[in-house]
């Protein structure tokens, strides 16, 4: 059985920094698509980052381009988001998401709990 497992969120000023982390196990995701994700409260979850299978290329929504940087080590089944200048509007539970393919477009099937990340201004 797949488990995604996130860690690393927590309460940050504006402007500050998290580095949130996701582990994974009962399947090894070297060649496949992981995503970070994020539902804000009242909105629906959307695409924050996502690295294709060979982690040679990342897609980021707009909102995140030059603060946000994900990134994984597919020896230890890990992928991370290092999140910078923070914004409130970042506020959100974060998921990371484990691909059916290695393209960054691929359906997300596999899913974590979520950690909540809120930034106060």
């Known amino acids: 059985q797949v488990h995604m497992v996130e860690s690393g969120g927590g309460l940050v000023q504006a402007g500050g920094s998290l580095r949130l982390s996701c582990a994974a196990s009962?399947?090894?995701?070297?060649?496949?698509?992981m995503g970070w994700f994020r539902r804000a409260p009242g909105k629906e979850r959307e695409l924050v980052a996502a690295?294709?299978?060979?982690?040679?290329?990342?897609r980021y929504a707009s909102f995140v381009k030059g603060r946000f940087t994900m990134s994984r080590d597919d020896a230890k089944n890990m992928v991370y988001l290092q999140m910078n200048s923070l914004k409130p509007e970042d506020t959100a539970v974060y998921y990371c998401?484990?691909?059916?393919?290695?393209?960054?477009?691929?359906?997300?099937?596999?899913w974590g709990q979520g950690t909540q990340v809120t930034v106060s201004s």
């Open positions: 998401a484990g691909g059916q393919g290695s393209s960054y477009y691929s359906d997300y099937v596999y």
């Open positions: 009962g399947r090894t995701f070297s060649g496949y698509a």
């Open positions: 690295l294709n299978g060979s982690g040679s290329s990342t």
